[in-house]
């Protein structure tokens, strides 16, 4: 598939967890899904650990295993903003708390 396949691929396959929430989370949900739907192919196609870990497509970023970390590790990113009090130009910017459910699932499908 191309780029622009994977992307609307993530937005539709998000969709259905988008529309039944406001139209701030969802709009996130929509880019969340699009940034999972390219994530490994990026991953595997443009990291500097192509050539030491010999990585191909459809390799090991096209398991489940890296499903579990790569969520895993958003997990915890949007938690430690949403705990840490963090602001950008003196706005509150950490997501809210009914949001990182939406947005990990939006990411993981």
């Known amino acids: 598939m191309r780029r ?3 992307t609307l691929l993530g937005a539709a396959v998000a969709m259905p967890t988008a529309v039944s929430h406001d139209p ?6 929509l880019w969340w ?10 991953f595997d196609l443009r990291s500097d650990l192509r050539r030491p ?5 459809r390799g090991i970023s096209h398991s ?3 499903l579990i970390v790569a969520t895993g590790l958003v997990f915890g990113l949007l ?8 602001t950008l130009a003196g706005v509150h910017s950490a ?3 009914e949001a990182v ?3 990990l699932v939006a990411l993981a499908l």
């Open 4 to 6: 622009i396949t994977h």
């Open 33 to 42: 899904g699009m940034a999972g739907g390219g994530l490994p192919d990026w």
């Open 64 to 66: 489940v295993m890296f």
């Open 79 to 86: 938690t430690l903003l949403r705990t840490s009090g963090f």
């Open 53 to 57: 870990l010999r990585l191909q497509h």
């Open 24 to 29: 701030m989370i969802a709009a996130a949900c």
């Open 95 to 97: 997501p809210p708390e």
């Open 101 to 103: 459910v939406p947005w």
